[in-house]
Structure formats: C-alpha cells, structure tokens
C-alpha cells in the first residue's frame, strides 16, 4: 500500500503543481520581482550544476542524444531538431503546471509576469513569464556543463510562447543572426511557432 502511494506521488501531482507558483508568488509578494528573479535563476542553476557533464566526439553525436532525450539539456523537454543549430520545444515541460494553477486558481498573478519584465531588462530578453526564466537559465547553464569535440556548446533563445499564446521574441536587432545561426528564416520561424511551444539554439564555441 506504502508503495502504491509512493508511485502516485510520482506521477503528475496537481497540488505540488498550484502549491509550487504560490510559493513563488510569496517570494515575489516579499522580495519583489528582483528578488523572484534571483530565486528562480538560483533554482535552475543548482538544478543544471547537480546534473553530470557530458562530453561528445562529434555534433552529429550530440543532435542524436539530444534528440532523444538523453542529453541534460533536453532531458525535461520533447525537442526536434530542423537543423543541426536549430531546437524546436513542442510542448514546455510547464504547460500542465500552467493549466493546472489557472483551472484551480485562476489567472496567474502580475508577479509572474512582473519578473519576466525585470529578467528582460536586466538579463537578457526572451521571457514571457516566470517559468521561462526557469527553463532558459537552465538550458543556459546545462549547454555550459556539454562538450562537443572539447568545445563548449553555447545556447540562445529565439522565440517562446505561452499556453495562452503570449508570446516574447528575441530583438529585432538580434534576429537576423540568431535566425543564420539557426539556418532558418523568419518565415519558417513564424510557421513553426503555430504549432510548438519555443524555438533556440544550440551551437558551438
């Protein structure tokens, strides 16, 4: 009976779901978005710094363990690769946390959104809201602990979109080349985005 209860904790858990964004709201209601900011990259950092680095002889190695899922950098995400520079998320890892909090609490607070905004501005631009920040500092950090043929691999981020179709795109000025590094066109971004959830990328140093 102890072990049934246990893989059921396991599973998909609407209650850590809800209870992890109202914790973060309470940080946010005491520390401010600055302070949420701080918490939330700390958080994805530990998380990338406690997985085991990874070193491949070739790009074509690592497009294949990415792919599948078994590199760190996609290991809580379903990714496809177009290109050999270009990653494609199709559904975030937090979409059912999302709709979870929204069909129980409601709209999700202005902090998580509030956060997004000072992370923009002070940190790089790209996310939309809270969890974004989670997931981008991790890629960031995860692709610094990855070697491909003794480079380091370095990440970018290009365009995210939120379950309710908020959306946040990297800079005019950035575009052009993040999109020849990704080997794709705006168009084909733009057509892409109709149907996935993010679109990076992934190259080495």
């Not at 069909?103 to 902090?111: D, L, P, S, T, Y």
């Not at 959306?167 to 590094?181: C, H, T």
């Not at 990704?182 to 996935?196: D, K, P, Q, S, Y």
Request: negative net charge.
């Amino acid at each position: 009976m102890h072990e049934e209860r246990l893989e059921q904790l396991g599973k998909h858990n609407p209650f850590v779901d809800v209870a992890a964004y109202l914790f973060l709201e309470d940080i946010g209601d005491k520390q401010g978005a600055a302070g949420m900011n701080n918490y939330l990259m700390s958080l994805a950092n530990s998380l990338a710094k406690s997985m085991p680095k990874e070193e491949y002889s070739s790009w074509d190695d690592f497009l294949n363990s990415l792919q599948k899922g078994e590199s760190i950098i996609s290991a809580f995400e379903t990714i496809k690769c177009p290109t050999d520079n270009c990653v494609v998320t199709q559904t975030c890892p937090f979409t059912s946390g999302w709709q979870e909090y929204t069909k129980r609490v409601g709209e999700f607070a202005g902090i998580h959104k509030e956060v997004a905004e000072f992370y923009n501005a002070t940190i790089k631009p790209g996310a939309v809201d809270s969890q974004c920040i989670i997931h981008q500092t991790f890629r960031r950090a995860a692709a610094e602990r990855i070697k491909v043929a003794g480079r380091r691999v370095r990440y970018a981020q290009i365009e995210a979109v939120t379950p309710n179709a908020d959306n946040k795109r990297a800079p005019e000025e950035w575009l052009p080349i993040l999109l020849e590094k990704a080997g794709i066109t705006e168009t084909e971004l733009n057509m892409t985005m109709r149907n996935n959830d993010c679109v990076w990328i992934l190259y080495p140093e």
